[in-house]
């Protein structure tokens, strides 16, 4: 008779390169996504959620995937993968995109830019910390022959965010001409002296630039930032307050694959080319459905709720109509230290989704009034130009 064998260890979690610099700054580190990562500093999540909605912010992303395709038909590969127009994306322009599977789920949200020329056969992406090993393969399963695929490894990813975030670049980065850089486009920057890949963007409904940069260089780039007085470092709990309040989707929580794009009013993001009367209709996993569902409509949708009350509610919480029937749940919550408000991202059935509805949700026996809103919860402050 063979022993029973013991259950495998977790695997060890991984380091960015900036770790020593967040223990350094005296962040507590926690468990995310396979990385040892800063929930917060001794400042704490409401100081720092305040500081980035007040001057700049700057945030460790450096768990998150970073990958290049590159080859000509890198754009039509990709385009296979998306419900997202990618071959008419301008050379430096970003756009937000979903990987869907057969059934229209969505397997992970990323962000994908057309390098300036002369490298405009060449996509960067960035991806969910969580989902990156699954989008790798993903791509290398679909694309493999159509296009060069390269994961960065040895990169770091930093997020510059607020309202300060331009003036505190444009001063490390002299040459740089930030009054014609608008949201949602990229470019090579030379940032005190180390050279880097910007897009003026980010996750905080905050101007702001997320930065990538060789690992090596990681460290100098942030000290230099955080030399400069507007600047302290910003933990995942003020970064997940910040993101909430600015009625953005955290994948695994909001979206995941049991909730299509339309269902989670993500319909925005659905490029125009690739619908039913566009020039490039389909062609991409779960269209049928997709397409279905803009034609037809959804049963279910996801929506904004703000307190009426000052209790906050969290994710898997219950929603009632006034009869105690349950009409859907709360998939993200919290307090928004800027709206002032308990703010939440919820489905509902369709029913009951529409804009000032009263429904209630149910915390600790209580049933606790809110009222569907739109979002996001505070004003988004994106340089447009």
């Known amino acids: 008779m063979s022993l029973p064998s013991?259950?495998?260890?977790?695997?060890?979690?991984?380091?960015?390169?900036?770790?020593?610099?967040?223990?350094?700054?005296?962040?507590?580190?926690?468990?995310?996504?396979?990385?040892?990562?800063?929930?917060?500093?001794?400042?704490?999540?409401?100081?720092?959620?305040?500081?980035?909605?007040?001057?700049?912010g700057l945030f460790d992303v450096s768990h998150m995937g970073q990958v290049m395709l590159s080859g000509r038909g890198a754009d039509a590969a990709l385009e296979s993968l998306v419900p997202v127009d990618i071959i008419g994306l301008a050379p430096g322009q970003q756009r937000y995109a979903m990987f869907t599977g057969s059934d229209g789920g969505i397997l992970d949200d990323i962000m994908v830019t057309r390098c300036p020329a002369p490298q405009q056969d060449t996509l960067f992406l960035v991806l969910n910390a969580g989902c990156k090993q699954q989008d790798i393969d993903h791509l290398r399963s679909h694309l493999a022959g159509r296009c060069t695929i390269e994961v960065l490894e040895e990169h770091a990813l930093l997020a510059l965010q607020g309202p300060a975030a331009a003036s505190v670049l444009q001063?490390?980065?002299?040459?740089?001409?930030?009054?014609?850089?608008?949201f949602m486009t990229a470019r090579p920057l030379t940032i005190a002296g180390i050279d880097c890949f910007v897009s003026r963007s980010g996750y905080t409904g905050e101007d702001g630039f997320e930065i990538s940069v060789a690992g090596i260089d990681a460290e100098g780039l942030a000290r230099r930032l955080l030399a400069e007085p507007e600047v302290a470092p910003i933990g995942l709990g003020a970064r997940d307050s910040l993101r909430l309040e600015a009625g953005l989707c955290l994948y695994g929580h909001d979206i995941d694959t049991g909730t299509t794009p339309v269902e989670a009013s993500l319909l925005w993001a659905l490029s125009k080319s690739r619908r039913t009367d566009g020039s490039r209709p389909g062609g991409y996993p779960g269209a049928a459905r997709i397409l279905d569902q803009i034609a037809r409509g959804v049963?279910?949708?996801?929506?904004?709720?703000?307190g009426i009350e000052r209790t906050p509610v969290r994710e898997g919480t219950e929603l009632t109509d006034a009869g105690g029937n349950t009409i859907g749940k709360v998939t993200s919550g919290g307090v928004g230290p800027s709206a002032g408000k308990p703010v939440a991202l919820a489905y509902l059935d369709l029913a009951h989704a529409a804009i000032d509805t009263l429904i209630y949700a149910q915390v600790r026996g209580k049933a606790v009034p809110m009222r569907v809103s739109r979002t996001p919860f505070v004003p988004q402050r994106y340089y447009r130009g």
């Open 171 to 182: 001063r490390l980065a002299p040459a740089a001409d930030l009054g014609a850089w608008t």
């Open 299 to 306: 049963t279910k949708k996801r929506v904004g709720l703000t």
């Open 6 to 56: 013991e259950s495998a260890s977790p695997p060890p979690l991984l380091s960015t390169a900036l770790h020593d610099l967040h223990l350094e700054l005296g962040a507590r580190m926690v468990p995310f996504a396979g990385y040892q990562m800063p929930v917060q500093y001794p400042a704490g999540v409401l100081k720092e959620h305040l500081h980035t909605r007040a001057a700049a």
